[in-house]
């Protein structure tokens, strides 16, 4: 499978089929570098949860801004909780969540909009960055799935979000962003356990034992699979082949950085049709 995403400036890439198809999209994953931020945050660090300098994390946005030609004002941002709440946003909420934390949608960890003008952002350091289109309808969103979203289903409820738009499953296109491989991701049996309860008619399991209780799970292919499961053609679903966690010099983690990291951001939105 070709790699969805293509590395344009030294702070993000750009999903490249979409940006190709959809001129005034924006959609993509910011990297660690080019940024302001120092010590364990440099450089391009754009979470204000994790003890950075308010004033570089704003700066660093401020940069990403300028790269991407898209105002902060017109960003919306989360406090976001590993759970499952989805937020329809419209260009009205542009700048919640874009300078601090404080004026962010509260407990949210997924966002969708028909509208210009606003561009959708979640933070990540290894947890798995869901990206949809429906380009017929011209909906996107953006979600968060660490373990827990994901087993609590926050893929599927993006999907049902949209079937009450009136769209269908068919119609909609998923991009699996860069988070964690299944080579440096171990969980235990609790979690497995979650796990099997999603997929029980699915023979493809995205797992392996490698000792007693501990498994290297493959969120990516996890939540694919809930794509496929919800109604998402296997066709329509593309899956980024990077690891934050193996690709140290591209990306802050979590795991690899022993909790003491930044956070990478993504994002999609539609610019303005000047046209």
């Known amino acids: 499978m070709k790699e969805p995403f293509v590395l344009i400036k ?17 959609a993509g994953f910011t990297t ?10 440099q450089t ?20 990403l801004a300028d790269k991407l030609l898209f105002p ?60 949809f289109l429906a380009p017929a309808h011209g909906l996107i969103g953006v979600a968060h ?22 769209i269908k499953a068919t119609e909609i296109f998923a991009v699996i962003g860069p988070s964690i491989c299944s080579k ?6 609790k979690v497995i356990d979650l796990v099997q309860n999603l997929l029980v008619d699915n023979d493809e399991k995205p797992y392996n034992l490698i000792s007693e209780g501990q498994y290297r799970l493959d969120l990516k292919q996890l939540n694919a699979l809930i794509l496929q499961k919800s109604g998402i053609p296997k066709s329509q679903i593309d899956v980024s082949s990077y690891c934050t966690s193996c690709d140290h010099e591209l990306f802050f983690s979590h795991r690899r950085d022993n909790g003491k990291t930044g956070r990478l951001m993504s994002f999609i939105g539609w610019k303005e049709d000047l046209g």
């Open 184 to 189: 440096c991701y171990v969980v235990d049996a």
């Open 10 to 26: 030294d702070q993000y890439m750009l999903i490249d089929s979409w940006r190709q198809q959809n001129l005034q999209l924006v």
């Open 72 to 131: 902060l004002n017109e960003w919306v941002g989360a406090e976001q909780t590993h759970e499952t709440k989805i937020h329809h946003v419209t260009e009205r909420d542009g700048g919640r969540g874009s300078m601090d934390y404080d004026s962010a949608f509260k407990a949210t960890d997924g966002f969708y909009t028909k509208d210009q003008n606003v561009l959708l952002t979640l933070c990540y350091a290894d947890c798995v960055p869901l990206y």
């Open 32 to 41: 660690k570098n080019g940024g302001v931020s120092s010590g364990d945050f």
């Open 44 to 63: 391009l660090n754009t979470g204000f949860h994790v003890k950075d300098k308010l004033e570089d994390v704003q700066g660093n946005r401020r940069i």
């Open 145 to 166: 799935a660490g373990w827990k979203g994901t087993v609590n289903g926050i893929a599927r409820k993006m999907v049902e979000a949209w079937l009450n738009e009136g």
